[in-house]
Every structure is written in C-alpha cells, then in structure tokens.
C-alpha cells in the first residue's frame, strides 16, 4: 500500500494536509506505521507552491527517508514545471536522488524524462491517466520493459463511472509490458477503484492527495487514517 501524502491540496482543504519537510515527514511516518510500504510525495516551496528545484526535492527525500524508512517517490507533473526542457534540467540537478519519481506519459517529453531517470538510478512509475490514449503509448514504447510500475490512475471522480473507467483503462494497457499495476482513483472514485484493485489483486494507494474522506464519508484526520481504512478495505475485497 501506497500512501500519497499530499498532491495539490492545500492548508485550505485541511489543517491536517501536510506540506513542510517536517510535517510530511511526521505523516510519512505515522502512515508506515498504520502499514504503508512507500511514500508518494509533491514537494512544496515555503510559499506552497509545488516544485522541481533540488533546493526542494532534496530536504523533502531527506526528511522522509530518515524517518519513513520506506522507499520514497516524487512526482515530475507538468504542473510544477510545464517547460519539460527545464523539467529535465531540474531533474538533472537533483544530488538527493528519490527511490522513484512518477512520470506522466500523456505529458511532453514523457520519455526523454524517463530515460533520464533510470540513467540516474531512479526508478519510474508510468502514470498513464484514464481518458487521455497514453495507455496506447506507453504500450509501444520502447521504455516499457524498464520502469519500475504503472501508475494507473483513473480520473473519473463518480463511483459508477470509475470503475468503468478503471476497467477501461486496465483493458488498453493489456500486459503492460508485464511491469506491475498499482490502480487508483480520485475524490469519488478512489474508493471503489481501492475496491477493484483488492479484487483484481492490484496493489494501490491511498491518502490525503487522492480523498479526504473515509469509505463512510467522515473527513479523514490524517493520512495513517486512510492507510488503515484503505488496507481494510482492500484486504476484504481480496479475501472474497
């Protein structure tokens, strides 16, 4: 079970989103406490703004891996740097290396991207986004054979129409270069995606960047809050 800490939410959607160095790394530590294995994290400016810089990324990795103990992922998304020139050049300045960075393969220079963090020795969870044909993609590119995952996520934010979604999406991606799967959805759908994930015997994620509600629709206090109720949720729908 993957715990995603944060994403693009803000102090707004919650005092117990975290955001600094610290406070991700006091949420990383209480998720893999609850039973977390990894740690998915968007590295925030002072100002909150989500970046690729070295000067960010390296306190995040640091602070997360001395008190996570669990293997640390980043995200590249376009939208904390949309030039992906530029995006390579900050992935090149990185000297705190994450365990993995998450790649997404509808976004320009996906590939080029990715070919530079394996050169680097990190490795690359392929997030291919329902609804935007990068399933397809990722299916004949060359890359495949050597990322770490697939990040399958899906976008629909209806139960009903996630799960379709979901099933959709799985069925484009095929084999997927026989790489692992991990399923998730977002707000309103990433409890029934956990759901089939459990059922299909995918691994997933869980946390504060995919829902800030539990599967009975209380807010969520904390991300060890989701990884208990996710890993229950999903182990139940595995055992049936």
Same mark, same amino acid.
């Given at each position: 079970?993957?715990?995603? %800490?944060?994403? !693009?939410?803000? +102090? *707004? ?9 610290? #406070?991700? @790394?006091? !949420?990383?530590?209480?998720? *893999?406490? @609850? ?7 968007? $590295? ?5 703004? #989500? ?15 001395? /008190?996570?103990?669990? =293997? ?7 939208? +904390? ?16 290396? $994450? ?16 070919? %530079? ?7 690359? #969870?392929?997030?291919?986004? !329902? ?13 495949? =054979? ?12 209806? =139960?009903?129409? @996630? ?9 484009? &991606? ?6 692992? *799967? ?11 995606? %956990? /759901? ?9 994620? *869980?946390? &504060?960047?995919?829902?800030?509600? &539990?599967?009975?629709? #209380?807010?969520?206090? !904390?991300?060890?809050? %989701?990884?208990? +109720?996710? &890993?229950?949720?999903?182990? +139940?729908?595995?055992?049936?």
């Amino acid at each position: 079970m993957q715990v995603c %800490l944060n994403g !693009s939410r803000a +102090a *707004v959607d919650g005092a117990q989103v975290p955001l600094t160095p610290d #406070e991700l @790394a006091r !949420s990383a530590m209480e998720a *893999v406490a @609850a039973g977390a294995t990894e740690v998915h994290v968007h $590295p925030r400016t002072p100002c909150g703004r #989500e970046s690729l810089s070295a000067r960010v990324v390296g306190p995040v990795v640091e602070a997360l891996r001395a /008190r996570a103990g669990v =293997p640390v992922g980043v995200t590249t998304g376009a939208w +904390a740097e949309p030039d992906p020139a530029e995006r390579l050049e900050r992935v090149r300045s990185w000297s705190v290396l $994450p365990d993995f960075a998450s790649v997404n393969w509808h976004e320009p220079g996906a590939e080029e991207l990715t070919e %530079l963090l394996l050169t680097r020795g990190v490795g690359v #969870e392929a997030g291919v986004w !329902s609804g935007t044909g990068s399933a397809v993609r990722f299916a004949v590119s060359p890359l495949g =054979p050597r990322v770490l995952r697939v990040l399958a996520e899906v976008t629909d934010t209806g =139960p009903a129409a @996630a799960e379709a979604s979901a099933h959709a999406l799985l069925a484009e &991606l095929g084999t997927a270069h026989a790489r692992p *799967v991990l399923l998730h959805g977002e707000d309103g759908g990433a409890w029934p995606v %956990l /759901r089939l994930a459990g059922r299909l015997g995918l691994a997933t994620r *869980v946390g &504060l960047e995919d829902t800030l509600f &539990l599967p009975d629709g #209380e807010r969520a206090l !904390s991300n060890a809050a %989701l990884v208990v +109720a996710g &890993l229950t949720e999903h182990g +139940a729908q595995r055992d049936q």
